[in-house]
Every structure is written in C-alpha cells, then in structure tokens.
C-alpha cells in the first residue's frame, strides 16, 4: 500500500514547479519577513542564553536551536533574495561572555532562559502554520510547512528537558463546576 502522506508531498512537488512562475502575493511576502525577523530577534536570545547559564544541558539545547534558527534563516534569505524581497533589518551578533561575569542583578535563570525560549519557538510555530495556510504558491507553503515541523520537532525537545527540570509552566486544571476534583 503507497504512503498517502508521500503521495500528498509529490502531488504538492509537482504543482510547485507551476506555481514558481506566478509572483509572490503580498500576504506571502509579510509572512517571509515577519518569521525572517522573528528568526533575527530570537538568534540574539539564543546568543544571550547561551552567555549566561552554565547548565550544560541548557547550553546544548539553545545551540540545537541556534544551528536550527541559521538553517531557516539561510533558506529563508536565500528565497527571499531570489524573490526580490527587502530583508527585515538583523540586530548585531552577541560578543561570547563568561557566565559567572554577569551580575546577579542581571543574569537570567535557567528558568528564565528555557521559557523564554519556549515562547519564541511557540511563536515561530504559529507564524509558520499561518504562513502555510495562507500561502497560495505550493513552494511558499512547503518551506513553511518545513519550518514548523523542524520547530515542533524541536520544541518537544525543549518541553522534555523542562519538565525535567521542572522549569515548564503549567496553567491551573479546568475543573467543571459540580464534577469531582481530581
């Protein structure tokens, strides 16, 4: 039996070759710019993190996501480029410090460093996910798509490592008016 998530991708493949020919709408090219800038802000939290705790898990995780976080944004560059659309302006790359150089006043926690991580993956998982539904070239969809899935991968990684830690926040349980409490 073929593989029906395979044979969507090739369906999707072919008709990109079609849709490459037609130029950019303006709601796929405020997608690209938008996430591009998202990648650019969230590069330099990664850098400051990766500054400031010591965790060595930490550390590892925040450079997973600053190798993932280039990836996108050279592929996204690069397409943007191609298309001919102005690239968002990037802030400057964070000089390397020691950690135990800043003071307490300023350091960020663990804590603090994973959620805010978590929210800027969160957030680049829904620009992608609107992206792709609202993009009507397959190519811009597909690469969105690719984002997101790289980023869900990634976050389940995160959400692993802050459990662990007990680091993840979690809201109140809903519990209905008038059932048993757990």
């Known amino acids: ?108 926690t663990d804590d603090v460093i994973a959620n805010e991580l978590s929210l800027k993956i969160i957030s680049l998982i829904m620009r992608a996910a609107g992206a792709a539904s609202e993009s009507i070239r397959t190519d811009v969809g597909l690469m969105f798509i690719q984002f997101q899935s790289e980023k869900l991968a990634f976050a389940s990684r995160l959400k692993h490592l802050m459990r662990k830690r007990g680091w993840i926040k979690v809201p109140p349980f809903y519990v209905p008016p008038g059932s048993k409490q757990p």
């Open 1 to 108: 039996m073929e593989n029906i998530l395979e044979t969507i991708m090739d369906t999707l493949k072919s008709i990109r070759v079609q849709d490459e020919e037609q130029p950019l709408h303006v709601g796929e090219v405020m997608s690209c710019w938008i996430y591009l800038a998202g990648l650019e802000l969230a590069k330099v939290s990664v850098q400051a993190g990766i500054n400031t705790t010591t965790d060595d898990e930490l550390k590892a995780i925040l450079e997973e996501d600053m190798k993932l976080g280039t990836s996108q944004r050279e592929r996204l560059h690069e397409f943007m480029l191609k298309e001919g659309i102005t690239l968002p302006p990037a802030p400057e790359e964070m000089p390397i410090s020691d950690p135990n150089s800043i003071p307490p006043g300023v350091k960020l």
